[in-house]
């Protein structure tokens, strides 16, 4: 965020626009993929076919703004404390949000959802354990991929009972379900392997030995750039 002109307030900057845009459209995605808004007008049948090939449209900008708002804030030199904040909570409730949905549809089992969703809890947990100490975990190449791989299995989820593959041939629908849970399973290991890196990358913090309690700028520190890679854990 910066300081306006007059002093008396602040505005955000372009990135940290974009990705507050990202979260307050997550209900509307949601409201596309689960209500029964075509009755609402009358639409013709094929509106009803397409509903979830909207969805999918819906989530994938909401996912690609990730990279849009990480351009803005390097390009333009606007990277704030605010936006490492507010960037990896932005996609974690998109995707969080989805898998709810997944489930809401009958589609998904909750124990993957409970997976994804609890490595979040468990390495934010982490991170924080670690800043305490004054120490930062790096984010690594598995969260990118974690990331990609859970974007990609939750458009293929949105889509793959969708009218459209169910007029397929029965052997090209059942390569589409193949498909999608392969991509899916796919999510799920790389989230459980990249939550297990974390974990070996902090071993030193969790066992120890311990150098004692950091000093508060140290801790503050730590603080920002455990931030910072949360964020580079993203696409963006």
């Given at each position: 965020?910066?300081?306006?002109?007059?002093?008396?307030?602040?505005?955000?900057?372009?990135?940290?626009?974009?990705?507050?845009?990202?979260?307050?459209?997550?209900?509307?995605?949601?409201?596309?993929?689960?209500?029964?808004?075509?009755?609402w007008f009358t639409a013709p049948q094929m509106l009803y076919?397409?509903?979830?090939?909207?969805?999918?449209?819906?989530?994938?900008?909401?996912?690609?703004?990730?990279?849009?708002?990480?351009?803005?804030?390097?390009?333009?030199?606007?990277?704030?404390?605010?936006?490492?904040?507010?960037?990896?909570?932005?996609?974690?409730?998109?995707?969080?949000?989805?898998?709810?949905?997944?489930?809401?549809?009958?589609?998904?089992?909750?124990?993957?959802?409970?997976?994804?969703?609890?490595?979040?809890?468990?390495?934010?947990?982490?991170?924080?354990?670690?800043?305490?100490?004054?120490?930062?975990?790096?984010?690594?190449?598995?969260?990118?991929?974690?990331?990609?791989?859970?974007?990609?299995?939750?458009?293929l989820f949105i889509v793959k009972d969708s009218a459209t593959?169910?007029?397929?041939?029965?052997?090209?629908?059942?390569?589409?379900?193949?498909?999608?849970?392969?991509?899916?399973?796919?999510?799920?290991v790389m989230t459980i392997m990249s939550m297990v890196d974390?974990?070996?990358?902090?071993?030193?913090?969790?066992?120890?030995?311990?150098?004692?309690?950091?000093?508060?700028?140290?801790?503050?520190?730590?603080?920002?750039?455990?931030?910072?890679?949360?964020?580079?854990?993203?696409?963006?």
């Amino acid at each position: 965020m910066a300081q306006s002109e007059g002093g008396a307030g602040v505005r955000l900057n372009a990135a940290n626009t974009v990705t507050l845009t990202r979260m307050i459209f997550i209900p509307i995605f949601l409201l596309v993929l689960l209500a029964d808004w075509p009755r609402w007008f009358t639409a013709p049948q094929m509106l009803y076919a397409a509903r979830p090939w909207i969805a999918a449209g819906v989530f994938a900008i909401l996912a690609a703004t990730d990279g849009v708002d990480g351009y803005l804030a390097r390009s333009r030199n606007e990277v704030t404390t605010f936006g490492k904040f507010l960037d990896p909570l932005a996609d974690k409730l998109l995707v969080t949000a989805a898998l709810l949905a997944l489930i809401e549809m009958h589609v998904l089992p909750a124990w993957i959802a409970l997976v994804i969703i609890s490595r979040e809890f468990i390495v934010s947990g982490l991170r924080m354990v670690a800043s305490a100490e004054g120490t930062v975990i790096a984010a690594s190449w598995y969260g990118k991929i974690k990331t990609v791989l859970q974007i990609a299995a939750v458009l293929l989820f949105i889509v793959k009972d969708s009218a459209t593959f169910a007029n397929l041939p029965a052997d090209a629908q059942v390569w589409v379900q193949v498909v999608a849970w392969t991509v899916m399973g796919a999510a799920v290991v790389m989230t459980i392997m990249s939550m297990v890196d974390y974990f070996m990358h902090a071993r030193d913090v969790l066992i120890g030995p311990w150098s004692g309690e950091p000093s508060l700028a140290t801790a503050e520190k730590a603080v920002c750039e455990a931030a910072r890679e949360e964020t580079d854990e993203t696409v963006g």
